[in-house]
């Protein structure tokens, strides 16, 4: 049973009176941190939970792993410079080396590497530059669904309309495409018809002179959809949609901020596919939890000037160091085939669930980055059979999981997706006792038996 506490409440009180309004996570995850070990995060007030969003799937190896703090010490003892914009230092050749030796070898072999401002909506913003100026394009391809970060030209990007809504004059020229979303297909078709459908469509767009679109100056793609949902892309698709970018001379940009580093049960998201994209940015698990963020992309587009893209913090030791031993680890621990393993694991529990629950609309995702969609089943089905998104009920799982010990995110279309980014080193156990936690809250959720925090 999770204690309440005043210590908590007079935190988050004061939280909301001095911090910004556009703060998130508090409002739903109404928690003060006091420690963090591995997949544990304790409270002010000794309550403790299993944290299923580490950092947004930016922790790996969870928090404060012994091996990333071991570093990030021996650095700071040694009186290391931790701040360099993009003066290189021995520490960081040994991070570039540790990250082109994780990537597939056809891409590293011809790769050239940016280092940006910590975010990884600042790689996106490098990547759209970057194939702008090798192509002398404007026009930029995105996807329904996508998500790129929140600064100007990667809002553009997003298929999201409400964050957009109340910025005026975003980056024009973005067009957006249908993704291949399997239980909400956009052409209203089922099975393979729907990726099939997708990339004819995307090849007859942009072979089409009449389409209203100008010459693209790149696409970007994420193999797995986070925020939007933990949305996979097929792997013939993202063939499909490599092939084509490739015959159209587009440059293709894959966003592997969220799947990088083993999260889906490969190095790299796109290697499922094996595909080779001419841009990935990069940023969440290769900083080792700290902020660090690339742009890794093939040598024939590197025609910008110098001084081209930059940022004051690009050279950030400490996540490069933090980086170099979590790359180290997800190898040397082979941490993608363990991902593989718990997130089939944890799919089982969740797929029990959806056999008890109707509301539990589907159960999707790569690795441990998996989303269970929650719907309403009193309402009209779609021509699919699918029943209506519901975020208010998905809203009410996550508060009903929180209450037992564990921390997930929602999101996708609709807020209707209870998403799952834990550690990739989480344990079976772990794992198991995640699967009893979200069977309980379904049901709490579902006979309302459970109270929102707004």
Same mark, same amino acid.
Not at 335 to 352: I, P, T
């Given at each position: 049973?999770?204690?309440?506490?005043?210590?908590?409440?007079?935190?988050?009180?004061?939280?909301?009176?001095?911090?910004?309004?556009?703060?998130?996570?508090?409002?739903?995850?109404?928690?003060?941190?006091?420690?963090?070990?591995?997949?544990?995060?304790?409270?002010?007030?000794?309550?403790?939970?299993?944290?299923?969003?580490?950092?947004?799937?930016?922790?790996?190896?969870?928090?404060?792993?012994?091996?990333?703090?071991?570093?990030?010490?021996?650095?700071?003892?040694?009186?290391?410079?931790?701040?360099?914009?993009?003066?290189?230092?021995?520490?960081?050749?040994?991070?570039?080396?540790?990250?082109?030796?994780?990537?597939?070898?056809?891409?590293?072999?011809?790769?050239?590497?940016?280092?940006?401002?910590?975010?990884?909506?600042?790689?996106?913003?490098?990547?759209?530059?970057?194939?702008?100026?090798?192509?002398?394009?404007?026009?930029?391809?995105?996807?329904?669904?996508?998500?790129?970060?929140?600064?100007?030209?990667?809002?553009?990007?997003?298929?999201?309309?409400?964050?957009?809504?109340?910025?005026?004059?975003?980056?024009?020229?973005?067009?957006?495409?249908?993704?291949?979303?399997?239980?909400?297909?956009?052409?209203?078709?089922?099975?393979?018809?729907?990726?099939?459908?997708? !990339? #004819?469509?995307? +090849?007859?767009?942009?072979?089409?002179? $009449?389409?209203?679109?100008? /010459?693209? *100056?790149?696409?970007?793609? %994420?193999?797995?959809?986070?925020?939007?949902?933990?949305?996979?892309?097929?792997?013939?698709?993202?063939?499909?949609?490599?092939?084509?970018?490739?015959?159209?001379?587009?440059?293709?940009?894959?966003?592997?901020?969220?799947?990088?580093?083993?999260?889906?049960?490969?190095?790299?998201?796109?290697?499922?596919?094996?595909?080779?994209?001419?841009?990935?940015?990069?940023?969440?698990?290769?900083?080792?939890?700290?902020?660090?963020?690339?742009?890794?992309?093939?040598?024939?587009?590197?025609?910008?000037?110098?001084?081209?893209?930059?940022?004051?913090?690009?050279?950030?030791?400490?996540?490069? !160091? #933090?980086?170099? +031993?979590?790359?180290?680890?997800?190898? $040397?621990?082979?941490?993608? /085939?363990? *991902?593989?393993?718990?997130? %089939?694991?944890?799919?089982?529990?969740?797929?029990?669930?959806?056999?008890?629950?109707?509301?539990?609309?589907?159960?999707?995702?790569?690795?441990?980055?998996?989303?269970?969609?929650?719907?309403?089943?009193?309402?009209?089905?779609?021509?699919?059979?699918?029943?209506?998104?519901?975020?208010?009920?998905?809203?009410?799982?996550?508060?009903?999981?929180?209450?037992?010990?564990?921390?997930?995110?929602?999101?996708?279309?609709?807020?209707?997706?209870?998403?799952?980014?834990?550690?990739?080193?989480?344990?079976?156990?772990?794992?198991?006792?995640?699967?009893?936690?979200?069977?309980?809250?379904?049901? #709490?959720?579902?006979?309302?038996?459970?109270?929102?925090?707004?």
């Amino acid at each position: 049973m999770i204690n309440g506490g005043s210590s908590a409440e007079r935190l988050l009180a004061q939280q909301a009176r001095r911090e910004s309004n556009a703060r998130t996570y508090p409002r739903s995850l109404p928690l003060a941190i006091e420690r963090a070990e591995g997949a544990i995060l304790e409270g002010v007030d000794g309550n403790e939970y299993i944290d299923c969003l580490a950092g947004a799937g930016t922790l790996a190896l969870g928090h404060n792993h012994p091996a990333v703090v071991e570093r990030i010490e021996d650095l700071l003892e040694r009186d290391r410079a931790v701040h360099t914009l993009d003066l290189t230092t021995p520490v960081k050749e040994r991070f570039v080396d540790r990250l082109l030796e994780s990537l597939p070898d056809e891409f590293a072999e011809n790769a050239t590497v940016q280092f940006c401002s910590p975010a990884g909506t600042d790689a996106v913003e490098a990547a759209l530059k970057l194939v702008k100026t090798a192509t002398g394009n404007r026009s930029m391809l995105a996807f329904q669904g996508g998500y790129h970060g929140m600064t100007h030209g990667a809002l553009g990007l997003m298929g999201d309309t409400e964050p957009k809504e109340p910025i005026p004059g975003l980056m024009s020229d973005v067009h957006h495409l249908p993704y291949p979303y399997a239980y909400r297909c956009p052409f209203g078709l089922g099975g393979e018809d729907c990726w099939r459908t997708s !990339a #004819a469509y995307v +090849e007859r767009t942009l072979s089409n002179p $009449e389409s209203g679109i100008v /010459d693209p *100056a790149g696409m970007i793609v %994420e193999p797995v959809q986070g925020e939007g949902g933990s949305v996979p892309a097929p792997d013939e698709w993202l063939r499909e949609i490599r092939r084509i970018t490739r015959e159209q001379d587009v440059p293709l940009i894959v966003d592997e901020i969220q799947t990088g580093l083993g999260r889906t049960g490969e190095l790299y998201a796109i290697e499922h596919a094996d595909v080779v994209p001419d841009v990935m940015t990069l940023s969440k698990a290769v900083g080792g939890g700290l902020p660090l963020s690339v742009v890794v992309y093939d040598d024939s587009l590197d025609l910008w000037e110098p001084g081209a893209h930059a940022g004051t913090f690009r050279g950030n030791q400490l996540g490069m !160091a #933090a980086g170099i +031993e979590t790359i180290d680890y997800v190898l $040397e621990h082979d941490l993608d /085939d363990h *991902a593989a393993a718990m997130g %089939e694991r944890l799919r089982g529990h969740l797929e029990e669930t959806a056999a008890t629950f109707e509301a539990v609309g589907d159960v999707r995702g790569r690795g441990l980055m998996l989303g269970v969609e929650l719907v309403d089943p009193d309402g009209e089905p779609d021509s699919l059979g699918r029943y209506p998104a519901d975020g208010d009920l998905a809203s009410a799982v996550q508060s009903a999981a929180f209450d037992r010990g564990l921390i997930v995110e929602t999101g996708g279309r609709r807020g209707s997706v209870v998403r799952f980014l834990p550690p990739l080193t989480i344990s079976a156990t772990r794992i198991d006792e995640i699967g009893e936690i979200v069977h309980e809250s379904v049901r #709490a959720a579902v006979t309302d038996e459970v109270e929102v925090p707004t």
